[in-house]
């Protein structure tokens, strides 16, 4: 049982455990109505695993904008509790979060004896926090890299149809690199994607040769069982009891293959009649908002738009019972880096609630499930491979529901929030540095060198061509006022008043 209350807590270090910062993102999943974010998941993940070890936490965390009211006013002073256990949480609005001064006043007064970033952004803000203090201060810094941020950045400059948001990315990302001492990654292909990164970076120096920077921390989820407690799908309008529900649950980012999912979906529809589509979310206004309109655009033009029921974001707590009604969970991915990186909690938690998985095969977390027959998978832009599975998956029920009880099985011993933070924890209890920090790393000394003098060059030239637009204008005033330019301009308006004629 999880609770909060508006009062300040005053937490007092135990013997052998570490007094934690965490910045991570809200909503945590259990407190918003509506939406739950990927981000908010990991957030939590952490914290839980960490308090249960028993450690000392404050949870500092960036409130969602599109979860919370415009006018939304940061709370400093929360005193929550898990399972009696309590821990700080402050939960801050944008302003607040990127007020580094703010982040800075929290950190003195809470002194812990390790940062962790929970997720990029977090992770950003902790960096440019440890940036702006003396190196006596600093503390040993864990920054979880939820996802590869740079094949995001393609994935939404092919949305925005622009390359603007590279940099911003990438130098975030840059931020980040070169301060933590420990990292973590949703997958080991990312792992080593980070490892490249790092070594762009410079930190694959002369001191860290034999250091092990990257750990994989998968997607998790609680051990408990869903309970059904509310009739959502069937029973309710024309979905029937022996109709066969395909659900989709969650945002349509910029991932998702909307194109190759309707076709799939009408092939299907229009050779069983029982087939029915419900979907749970929308477009996420942080990151795409063009992806869910078109969907339900084309499904508009579609003779089957009665069998698709699409429902935008639902309570939060009635999501579960989704799950537990329909027959099968559809994820479907394009082949991009940012998926073939990344993974897939709303999968988690459809194996968590035994529901059977048919997923395109892009991620890791899809590779899985097809080498060890947890579900189905389909390759990606097929969509007559699709509909042949949805097909099949329709008319093989009892076998399907088995495969789905062995994924459940599968996910509780394997991706349990315990088992997927154990090297967390372990850094936990003894958070160390890296071996280069603090240290000279000339790559970087170079090149943030060379950015400095790339400033004075170009803060020069601009200095320059504002003095030559400024002499230009003086000139023009001085012309503009001689005899010659103002007889010139007479002959030209008495031109113009002949010509007229």
């Not at 920090?437 to 943030?448: Q, T, V």
Request: hydrophobic content about 35%; some cysteine.
């Amino acid at each position: 049982m999880f609770y909060i209350n508006k009062l300040k807590l005053s937490i007092t270090n135990k013997a052998g455990m570490s007094r934690i910062m965490l910045l991570g993102m809200s909503p945590l999943p259990f407190e918003n109505d509506k939406k739950v974010y990927g981000t908010g998941i990991r957030t939590w993940q952490f914290t839980r695993s960490l308090l249960e070890k028993g450690h000392d936490i404050c949870l500092v965390t960036y409130a969602i904008r599109s979860a919370y009211p415009k006018d939304y006013i940061s709370e400093k002073n929360y005193e929550a509790s898990y399972e009696g256990k309590s821990f700080k949480y402050i939960c801050l609005n944008e302003g607040d979060f990127e007020d580094i001064s703010e982040i800075k006043k929290i950190y003195e007064e809470f002194s812990p004896d390790c940062l962790i970033g929970c997720t990029f952004y977090p992770s950003n803000i902790a960096a440019t926090l440890l940036g702006s203090i003396s190196l006596e201060q600093r503390v040993p810094f864990w920054a979880d890299l939820f996802g590869h941020v740079m094949a995001e950045a393609q994935a939404r400059a092919f949305i925005d149809g622009s390359d603007d948001a590279l940099f911003h990315y990438w130098n975030g990302e840059y931020n980040i690199l070169t301060c933590a001492d420990m990292f973590s990654c949703v997958s080991e292909r990312q792992s080593y994607a980070l490892i490249g990164e790092l070594g762009a970076a410079g930190r694959l120096n002369r001191y860290s040769a034999g250091y092990e920077f990257t750990n994989t921390i998968y997607c998790g989820m609680p051990q408990e069982d869903f309970r059904h407690d509310k009739n959502v799908i069937r029973g309710r309008g024309r979905i029937g009891k022996d109709d066969f529900v395909i659900l989709w649950t969650g945002g349509y980012n910029t991932w998702t293959d909307i194109d190759t999912l309707f076709k799939a979906l009408t092939d299907a529809m229009s050779q069983n009649e029982r087939i029915f589509f419900v979907s749970t979310g929308a477009e996420i206004p942080e990151q795409d908002i063009k992806t869910y309109p078109r969907f339900c655009s084309l499904i508009e033009s579609s003779p089957f738009r009665d069998r698709f029921l699409m429902n935008g974001w639902i309570d939060g707590r009635d999501v579960h019972n989704y799950y537990l009604e329909a027959d099968v969970g559809i994820n479907i991915d394009k082949d991009i880096y940012e998926v073939k990186f990344g993974s897939k909690n709303r999968i988690l938690d459809w194996m968590r609630a035994g529901l059977l998985t048919l997923s395109s095969n892009v991620c890791e977390l899809t590779d899985i499930i097809e080498k060890n027959g947890l579900g189905y998978t389909f390759r990606p832009y097929k969509a007559e491979e699709l509909a042949a599975k949805i097909l099949y998956i329709a008319e093989h029920r009892r076998s399907s529901e088995a495969i789905a009880r062995k994924a459940k099985a599968y996910a509780l011993e394997n991706f349990s929030f315990q088992k997927t933070t154990e090297k967390l924890c372990m850094w936990a209890q003894d958070p160390s540095f890296s071996p280069d920090a603090k240290l000279e790393r000339k790559m970087l000394l170079d090149r943030e060198e060379s950015i400095k003098n790339f400033k004075r060059i170009t803060s020069n030239q601009t200095e320059m061509i504002d003095q030559k637009d400024k002499r230009i204008r003086e000139l023009e005033s001085i012309v503009q006022k001689g005899f010659i330019y103002k007889a010139y301009a007479y002959l030209k308006i008495l031109k113009r008043k002949v010509l007229k004629r």
